[in-house]
């Protein structure tokens, strides 16, 4: 595949759950060391660990736009266990391919929702609460 899907175009113009998240249970943040993209990510999260609503911030091309949106748009009602399982080809193929050239930039959200719930691991820890 050599050219966008309308899905990544339409993810790239309408970037769904972009913004800042005020008090996130976990953040996630990732660059790429090839292209300089960077990529925020922000986790809420209920008493059952499942994501009640994420949120993203990025610098990033086309494509990095687009699979950090759908990642966050498959991720939203996952229990984290499942969230932080979604790979590259999973948003991917949710998206119905990535220019070959491309591909890398999927990276960015499977490896930032990983990050983002690290991250909530880390401050329940520090609240000694239990995990
Ligand atoms: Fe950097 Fe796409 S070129 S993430």
């Known amino acids: 595949m050599d050219e966008y899907t309308q899905k990544v175009f339409e993810h790239f113009r309408n970037p769904r759950n972009v913004g800042v998240m005020d008090e996130a249970d976990g953040i996630g943040k990732i660059g790429s060391e090839d292209c300089g993209d960077y990529l925020v990510m922000y986790i809420k999260v209920d008493e059952n660990e499942f994501i009640e609503d994420i949120k993203f911030q ?9 699979t950090s949106s759908a990642l ?11 969230a932080v399982a979604i790979t590259e080809e999973d ?7 990535l220019p070959e050239e491309k591909i890398h930039c999927s990276v960015l959200g499977a490896q930032c929702i990983k990050s983002a719930v690290l991250d909530y ?11």
């Open 121 to 131: 691991y880390q401050k329940k820890l520090q609240t000694n609460e239990d995990i």
């Open 72 to 82: 966050t748009e498959m991720a939203k009602g996952m229990h984290i266990d499942e």
């Open 58 to 66: 990025i610098y990033g091309c086309v494509a990095a736009i687009a």
């Open 91 to 97: 948003i991917i193929k949710y998206l119905g391919g």
